[in-house]
T-cell receptor, first 113, second 112 residues
Framework: DAGITQSPRYKITETGRQVTLMCHQT?????MFWYRQDLGHGLRLIYY???????DKGEVPDGYVVSRSKTENFPLTLESATRSQTSVYFC????????????FGNGTRLTVT | EDKVVQSPLSLVVHEGDTVTLNCSYE??????LLWYKQEKKAPTFLFML????IEKKSGRLSSILDKKELFSILNITATQTGDSAVYLC????????????FGKGTRLSVIA
């Protein structure tokens, strides 16, 4: 089915471990985004990408790494997970930066113990 | 610092009531304003507003933008329990390292 899918839906990991969250979209949208959503903070942008091999930092990039070798995939890696990275992570895509709305995946709930 | 402020943070209404949700913004390089509805999972798109004074409507929901006073409102008439959700407002910028700036949302609860 067309759309944007995230995996896993739920993940529990320990402090210090590396974790990768996957995001795949079938629309061939140019732009892809990673957000985290926390109570009291709303949605905050971690990284975004305008095209394959082009990525930019958002508001809260520290502790995260992204890559975009193919247009349809935009994985987010936590290099050494910390408890403060416990959150719900949303991947999103849009056709254009300014002119089109974001389409969100269903999210990954990550717990770091 | 760019910011988007939504009010109220939460409200509880009875079915059939009309509600107005507010979104004010202070954002450089404003391009457009988006409204989303978030139930249990991902936010879903409601409206995109780019011009002042032009109302967008979809069923019982409507929204309007005032670029002079820097705010938008989302109206929901004849509310139903299915309208219970968090409503998010986001401002799209023409440039800058954050393409969209989100507000923290308004949590609406509609009780029967």
């Amino acid at each position: 089915d067309a759309g944007i899918t995230q995996s896993p839906r739920y993940k529990i990991t320990e402090t210090g471990r590396q974790v990768t969250l996957m995001c795949h979209q079938t629309w061939s949208h140019s732009y892809m985004f990673w957000y985290r959503q926390d109570l009291g903070h709303g949605l905050r942008l971690i990284y975004y990408s305008a095209a394959a091999d082009i990525t930019d930092k958002g508001e809260v990039p520290d502790g995260y790494v992204v890559s975009r070798s193919k247009t349809e995939n935009f994985p987010l890696t936590l290099e050494s997970a910390t408890r403060s990275q416990t959150s719900v992570y949303f991947c999103a895509s849009s056709e254009y930066r300014e002119h089109s709305p974001l389409h969100f995946g269903n999210g990954t709930r990550l717990t770091v113990t | 610092e760019d910011k988007v402020v939504q009010s109220p943070l939460s409200l509880v209404v009875h079915e059939g009531d009309t509600v107005t949700l507010n979104c004010s913004y202070e954002v450089t390089n404003f391009r457009s304003l988006l409204w989303y509805k978030q139930e249990k999972k991902a936010p879903t798109f409601l409206f995109m507003l780019t011009s002042s004074g032009i109302e967008k409507k979809s069923g019982r929901l409507s929204s309007i933008l005032d670029k002079k006073e820097l705010f938008s409102i989302l109206n929901i008439t004849a509310t139903q329990t299915g309208d219970s959700a968090v409503y998010l407002c986001a401002v799209v910028r023409n440039s800058g390292n954050t393409p969209l700036v989100f507000g923290k949302g308004t949590r609406l609860s509609v009780i029967a």
